[in-house]
């Protein structure tokens, strides 16, 4: 049933939809976006690792693939509760990495639009580094949709964006086009931003949803020279208000704005995900956390159109 409903928001495009599983730890709900999931399994036992963070459980073996375990009702709460033989894996997949995340129930999928999706306030997400992509309003329930990718940075910082891949780059010149990016983490917005200004693309602009950037791009219409003022987009696709595939959309159907280059830069790039970003009209496409590889192809788009 998982695969078939994850086939089906694969194969539409751009229409700014996103389907949530929901569900709980400790009777609160929480989301994740279908597209992260794997598959669900019943709970199973779990070799420990010594020196892991705490809020890994271990390892377990699958089907003669070695999985890491993370106890998620630790990781928010600090504390385990009595592990049930109803505890569900979440399965989930990104960033080219399998991970399980315990839970105590799943509740279902409720497909919504982005644009109804909140940023969560930071009075309640912990200033800046909060853990919650949104909230979501799921039928008559508000869902916390969960920000793994930070989750796991946060337990393994070495998956995530690695400035030195930059310092293997060498020494760069100095380059003032317009770089726009959507990316609604905090934490990813502040690398991705910090890796580009080492490498030399001092001249971003940083948006915290496709829908903000895509207001900035409309409002460049007109322009007499209009690549001064933006050279490239740089987008995430999972993003409350308007995700990453609809922006592309947006701009790739819009007769001034058509020639932009976009490339997508998500956690979420898998071979389905990358065929609906050609369909879509994505000149690049690429997994984070592959910083490096990000600035070799923006060096390549605007050489090559530059040349």
Known sequence: MLEEDKRGILLESGTNEIEV????IFDSLYGIN???????????????????????????????????????????????GEKGPKDLFIITSFNKMNIAFRVHTVVGISRISWGAIQKPDKTVSSGDEGIATGIAQCGDDLVTILDFEKIVAEIAPETSIQMSEIDRLGKRERNESVIVVAEDSVLLSKMIEEALHKSGYVNTKMF????????????LRGSDDLRSKVALVITDIEMPQMDGHRLTKLIKDDKELKQLPVIIFSSLITEEMRRK?????????????EIGHLVKVIDHLLGQENG
Request: no cysteine; aromatic share 8%; charged share 25%.
């Open 21 to 24: 599983m929901e569900f709980t």
């Open 34 to 80: 279908v597209a992260k999931v794997k598959e669900i399994l019943v709970s199973e036992p779990v070799k420990p690792m010594p020196h892991a963070h705490p809020s890994v459980e271990g390892i377990f073996k699958p089907r003669d693939t070695v999985i890491t375990v993370v106890d998620l009702p630790k990781y928010l709460f600090g504390q385990s």
């Open 208 to 219: 915290p949803n496709g829908q903000e950037l895509w207001n900035y791009l409309s409002g």
């Open 277 to 289: 970003g050609k369909e879509l009209g994505a000149d690049e496409q690429m997994s984070k956390p």
